[in-house]
């Protein structure tokens, strides 16, 4: 399994961006995914989470109403689309899958499989 996160950059408060994260080596229409991002300390925190068919999505308190995520399956292609950014959303984004398809889940020892990250900063 290969996941490449893509669209980060350096945005001003209140401003959007768009990250999406590009999967190989799975049958992407079966498998539940999800966004976590970390800040500078070693915690990773979940962000938000779809299912297979997008039918079904999660997300932190804190980005509820700001951020949704999305999926085609036709692509490959996991979303994130992010509105009304603030400083404190500057993290590393990653996309993650669980370790095997049909499985959705919210709980960030679930996943297995990770991209390389795209950085996020949102600073005027």
């Known amino acids: 399994v290969q996941l490449v996160e893509s669209g980060g950059g350096l945005v001003q408060p209140g401003g959007s961006l768009r990250l999406s994260c590009a999967a190989s080596g799975l049958t992407f229409g079966d498998w539940s995914m999800g966004w976590f991002r970390q800040t500078s300390g070693p915690v990773r925190e979940g962000v938000a989470f779809?299912?297979?068919?997008?039918?079904?999505?999660d997300y932190a308190d804190s980005v509820k109403g700001r951020f949704t995520i999305s999926r085609d399956n036709d692509k490959n292609t996991l979303y994130l689309q992010m509105n009304n950014l603030k400083p404190e959303d500057t993290a590393v984004y990653f996309c993650?899958?669980?370790?095997?398809?049909?499985?959705?889940?919210?709980?960030?020892?679930?996943?297995?499989?990770w991209g390389q990250g795209t950085q996020v900063s949102v600073s005027s």
């Open positions: 993650a899958a669980p370790p095997r398809r049909w499985l959705y889940s919210t709980d960030i020892e679930t996943y297995v499989h």
């Open positions: 779809i299912n297979r068919d997008g039918e079904t999505t």
